[in-house]
Structures are given as C-alpha cells and as structure tokens.
Nanobody, 116 residues
Framework: VQLVRSGGGLVQAGGSLRLSCAAS????????MGWYRQAPGKQRELVAT???????NCADSVKGRFTISRDNAKNTVYLQMNSLKPEDTALYYC???????????WGQGTQVTVSS
C-alpha cells in the first residue's frame, strides 16, 4: 500500500488548510484511514480517522475545527482544518490500516505550521 499526501504548509492562526491522502496498491483490505500528527519533542498522536463505512474518530483537541472525510471511489481521505491554532503545528502523517491484520501503512509526513 502506498500513500501519497498533498496539502499542508504555512498559515496564520485562524486560517484553514486541507490535507489529502490517496492510497494505491493492495488496498482491498484497507478499512480505516486517517491522520496522526507529531509536534517537536512530543509523541505522535491521533488527529482523526474514518472507516470505509464512514465512522469517524477525532481527537478532542480538534473537534469542531477539523473534519475528516473520505472518497472510497478514489481511495482518498481528506482533512479539512479550520480555525487553526499555533498548537496545531506539527508533521501530519496519513495512515491506512488493514481490517483483518490491523497492519498500518504510513505516508510521509507533511508539515503544517500555524503562525500566531
């Protein structure tokens, strides 16, 4: 499974960004897709995930500001990030997880920087 992400960048506090991540390869067994992030000096943490059926799971810190969605026909997951805060600054990683084995595939991180 290969994950190709796009989006990210630099934005002022209160602004918006959109991340996308397209999966290809042996994706038949993939269920959950989503995003994690890692800020400097901190552990990687969940941002949001979405199952192939559309069930979502979001971190409390982003609820009401971030929206995860998915286009199963395109094998692509999106993260719309609104009302961004400086504490959202991190490397954002796309992840796809197999349904049966729960094996996780990780994309390259994309930098999101929110200036105050």
């Amino acid at each position: 499974v290969q994950l190709v992400r796009s989006g990210g960048g630099l934005v002022q506090a209160g602004g918006s960004l959109r991340l996308s991540c397209a999966a290809s390869g042996s994706i038949f067994g993939i269920n959950d897709m989503g995003w994690y992030r890692q800020a400097p000096g901190k552990q990687r943490e969940l941002v949001a995930t979405i199952s192939s059926a559309g069930s979502t799971n979001c971190a409390d810190s982003v609820k009401g500001r971030f929206t995860i969605s998915r286009d199963n026909a395109k094998n692509t997951v999106y993260l719309q990030m609104n009302s961004l805060k400086p504490e959202d600054t991190a490397l954002y990683y796309c992840v796809a997880r197999e349904r049966v084995t729960t094996r996780a595939y990780w994309g390259q991180g994309t930098q999101v920087t929110v200036s105050s």
